[in-house]
């Protein structure tokens, strides 16, 4: 069965303190691995996509990085403006799967 | 603008009452999907449809039923069977896998409140 775990559950950082959110997937064959922010009430918004090990991908302070088990999301110089729900997914190789979503990182960035 | 409309924002349903959740898109995007969130909880799929008049059942999609007779709608209606349907309800859409690896990138709506009175 296709699993996504992430952790931790939650994380408070000070401005400024970088840190990392970790996901660990099972999946037979990755097709995808996804990256979104989610904001309190709101709907999640698309930040990242990686297909293959090693991939790496930037926006502002954040960065996804993916090896054969995990991605990790490295926030650089948070700001509070940062403070969400992260969701990694997957999505698996064979058919037309839907994505499998993790339970997400609450991450909360204190001025 | 481009993007998945969702609407009510926020929906109250008496017990024994069917209710109906709108979810359209303006993306021409095939496949559609609909999430249940609850509170602490990740996104868990209810049903999806990769084309028109044709949509398969997720995860837990007891006590839900969707239609799929346009490209732009996928409407959810939570029915009487479902005997714990407060939670935040999350539509979705993307292209189809088939269209290659960058095709299937899910984009969701605004999402629904929805509250057993």
């Known amino acids: 069965e296709d699993q996504v775990t992430q952790s931790p559950e939650a994380l408070r950082l000070q401005e400024g303190e970088s840190s990392s959110l970790n996901c660990s997937y099972t999946?037979?064959?990755?097709?995808?691995l996804f990256w979104y922010r989610q904001d309190p009430g709101k709907g999640p918004e698309f930040l990242f996509t990686?297909?293959?090990a090693g991939e790496e991908k930037e926006k502002e302070r954040l960065k996804a990085t993916l090896t054969k088990k995990e991605s990790f999301l490295h926030i650089t110089a948070p700001k509070p403006e940062d403070s969400a729900t992260y969701l990694c997914?997957?999505?698996?190789?064979?058919?037309?799967?839907?994505?499998?979503f993790g339970k997400g990182t609450r991450l909360s960035v204190i001025a | 603008d481009g993007g998945i409309t969702q609407s009510p924002k926020y929906l109250f349903r008496k017990e024994g009452q069917n209710v109906t959740l709108s979810c359209e898109q303006n993306?021409?995007?095939?496949?559609m999907y609909w999430y249940r969130q609850d509170p602490g909880q990740g996104l868990r799929l209810i049903y999806y449809?990769?084309?028109?008049?044709?949509?398969q059942k997720g995860d837990i999609a007891e006590g839900y039923s969707v239609s799929r007779e346009k490209k732009e709608s996928f409407p959810l209606t939570v029915t009487s069977a479902q005997k714990n349907p407060t939670a935040f309800y999350l539509c979705?859409?993307?292209?189809?896998?088939?269209?290659?690896?960058?095709?299937?990138?899910?984009?969701f709506g605004e999402g629904s409140w929805l509250t057993v009175v």
């Open positions: 979705a859409s993307s292209r189809p896998q088939s269209r290659g690896a960058s095709g299937n990138t899910i984009y």
């Open positions: 999946v037979s064959g990755l097709r995808g």
């Open positions: 990686l297909y293959s």
């Open positions: 997914a997957v999505t698996p190789m064979r058919g037309n799967t839907p994505l499998v």
């Open positions: 993306l021409n995007h095939d496949a």
């Open positions: 449809s990769q084309i028109v008049n044709d949509f």
